[in-house]
């Protein structure tokens, strides 16, 4: 199997970040969707092993943060192949919170939406988390980056928490 194909599904790369009290998780995701309009809904998917999944889930609540094609690579390792557990993502970049009170950075991010949970799923290895929409916001006109981007051009891996690792046989 060409497990590659899976590279041709244009998705985006997002920062997905939660804090419950002084606990604070981010990561990467590629798997960030609209689901509804009336009421506006959005579906994040974050692995259960990460920091952040935990974080979400006790909060209640999430900011969802579509990284642009400004974004390099340190930029996504500092948010995806490092933990939340004992590294603080937001450290020395810019950042704000949302009207939810969860961070998110502002560089190399096209808009930001802060999410309260109102359901879950679970997925195995993963939770989707649907988020309804109490806040948005647009912070620059880059182009957001797309999962096929981050292959073709940054030349990025898909790591083994994410949920589009595929083993290859």
Same mark, same amino acid.
């Given at each position: 199997?060409?497990?590659?194909?899976?590279?041709? #599904?244009?998705?985006?790369?997002?920062?997905?970040?939660? =804090?419950?009290?002084?606990? +604070?998780?981010?990561?990467?995701?590629?798997?960030?969707? =609209?689901?509804? @309009?009336?009421?506006? =809904?959005?579906?994040? +998917?974050?692995?259960? =092993?990460?920091?952040?999944?935990?974080?979400?889930?006790?909060? &209640?609540?999430?900011?969802?943060?579509?990284?642009?094609? @400004?974004?390099?690579?340190?930029?996504?390792?500092? #948010? &995806? #192949?490092?933990?939340?557990?004992?590294?603080?993502? /937001?450290?020395?970049?810019?950042?704000?919170?949302?009207?939810?009170?969860?961070?998110?950075?502002?560089?190399?991010?096209?808009?930001?939406?802060?999410?309260?949970?109102?359901?879950?799923?679970?997925?195995?290895?993963?939770?989707?988390?649907?988020?309804?929409?109490?806040?948005?916001?647009?912070?620059?006109?880059?182009?957001?980056?797309?999962?096929?981007?981050?292959?073709?051009?940054?030349? &990025?891996?898909?790591?083994?928490?994410? @949920?589009? /690792?595929?083993?290859?046989?």
């Amino acid at each position: 199997m060409d497990v590659t194909a899976l590279y041709k #599904f244009h998705s985006g790369l997002y920062v997905v970040s939660a =804090q419950a009290g002084e606990d +604070v998780g981010a990561c990467i995701i590629n798997t960030g969707l =609209q689901l509804t @309009s009336e009421p506006l =809904q959005v579906e994040v +998917v974050v692995n259960k =092993q990460n920091h952040t999944e935990g974080v979400i889930r006790k909060a &209640g609540h999430f900011a969802l943060t579509v990284v642009t094609e @400004s974004a390099n690579m340190l930029y996504i390792g500092r #948010f &995806g #192949f490092r933990t939340s557990a004992d590294y603080d993502k /937001f450290e020395g970049i810019a950042h704000a919170k949302t009207a939810l009170g969860d961070p998110y950075t502002t560089e190399n991010a096209a808009c930001v939406l802060a999410c309260e949970v109102v359901n879950t799923l679970d997925v195995g290895t993963h939770t989707v988390f649907v988020g309804e929409v109490k806040d948005a916001a647009c912070l620059s006109d880059d182009p957001p980056m797309t999962y096929g981007y981050y292959h073709t051009v940054l030349k &990025g891996k898909t790591p083994p928490k994410a @949920s589009s /690792f595929v083993a290859k046989a």
